[in-house]
C-alpha cells in the first residue's frame, strides 16, 4: 500500500460535525478523502473508492462500524481501520471487536483531541499532516 501522495482516507460517521472534524484535521495534499454517514454506504463507497485507510465511528443506522469493516476486509483485506466510538471503553465493546480480530490501540473514545487522533492515524501508518 502507498503512503504518498495519493493515500485514500474513507471517513464514515452519522454524525455530520464528526466527519468534518475527522475530515478537517486529516486533510492534506498527500491524500484523497471520500466520506460516508452510514455503515452501508461505507461499503458501497469502498467498492469504488478502494480506500487504504478507514476511520469509522461504530454505531450507526443500517449498519454499524464493526459490520462495515468486516464486509469490507473480504473485498480490500489489506485495508487498515481506525475506529471511534463511545462505546470504546465498554467491555461488551471491546470483547466484540477483538473478537473480530482489531487491534484495540487503533480504537478512540469519543469525546476524542485532534492530537490523540492525528497521533493514531500515525501509528497505524496514515500520512497525517
Known sequence: MSTGPHTKLLVVDDEPIIVEFLVTSLSSGRCKIEVAFDGAEAIEKARVFRPEFVLTGQ????????????????FLPQCKFVFVTSNANEAWFLAEYTEKGFDPQFLLSK???RAHLLAVMAQRGFPVP
Open 59 to 74: 454505531v450507526m443506522p443500517k449498519i454499524g462500524g464493526l459490520e462495515a469493516a468486516v464486509e469490507i476486509l473480504r
Open 111 to 113: 469525546p476524542f483531541q
